[in-house]
């Protein structure tokens, strides 16, 4: 089984710094990966599907990179609508998610 | 406008059964696989079922298989899961989340909190 290990687990950050995210897989996963969102007392939100591609509707500072075993997720300038917790996902496994918080 | 709503969610006591419902709209229900995922106070997103399309293919999480059954109605475009035999570890906002292709989830309903507890 594959396990998805996200760092950091927590990023302090002000608005308008770049945030980069890290999802390491045990074993390859190919391009298989997505990035979702989620924010207090809401669903989870996809950002990015195959490892690289936007959802729909999603502004272009998220953007995702990587394959094999190492991704990230970058998002450009954050903006205060992005502090919120990330998770990445392969299939039925998700990543223990990375909260993005404000410094 | 895609959306799916859940329903069915409540206080239950360790043993007890539940019904969880997901109703969909807005989008082809039927050329969908959907899903349950489950997040406890506090804790991660966890995967639960999974169902295909024509219900041919069925999935379930090791910590549920056995006490759990997902089904759908494709004519009432509606998603359920039957829990039995819950557990106070079982406490959790169950969602329930749609796929087009892989297993991507998406869209999501709001979710529906299940808590088990004497």
């Known amino acids: 089984e594959i396990v998805l290990t996200q760092s950091p687990a927590t990023l302090s950050l002000s608005p308008g710094e770049r945030a980069t995210l890290s999802c390491r897989a045990s074993q390859s996963v190919s391009s298989y990966l997505a990035w979702y969102q989620q924010k207090p007392g809401q669903a989870p939100r996809l950002l990015i599907y195959?490892?690289?591609n936007r959802a729909t509707g999603i502004p272009a500072r998220f953007s995702g990179s990587g394959s094999g075993t190492d991704f990230t997720l970058t998002i450009s300038s954050l903006e205060p609508e992005d502090f919120a917790v990330y998770y990445c996902?392969?299939?039925?496994?998700f990543g223990q998610g990375t909260k993005v918080e404000i410094k | 406008e895609v959306q799916l709503v859940e329903s069915g969610g409540g206080l239950v006591k360790p043993g007890g059964s539940l019904r969880l419902s997901c109703a969909a709209s807005g989008f082809t229900f039927s050329s969908y696989s959907m899903n349950w995922v489950r997040q406890a106070p506090g804790k991660g997103l966890e995967w639960v079922s999974s169902?295909?399309?024509?219900?041919?293919?069925?999935y379930y999480a090791d910590s549920v298989k056995g006490r759990f059954t997902i089904s759908r109605d494709n004519a009432k475009n509606s998603l359920y899961l039957q829990m039995n035999s819950l557990r106070a570890e079982d406490t959790a906002v169950y969602y329930c989340?749609?796929?087009?292709?892989?297993?991507?989830?998406?869209?999501w309903g709001q979710g529906t909190l299940v808590t088990v507890s004497s």
């Open positions: 989340a749609g796929t087009a292709t892989g297993l991507i989830f998406d869209p």
């Open positions: 195959d490892a690289s």
């Open positions: 996902q392969q299939r039925k496994t």
């Open positions: 169902i295909s399309s024509s219900s041919s293919y069925i």
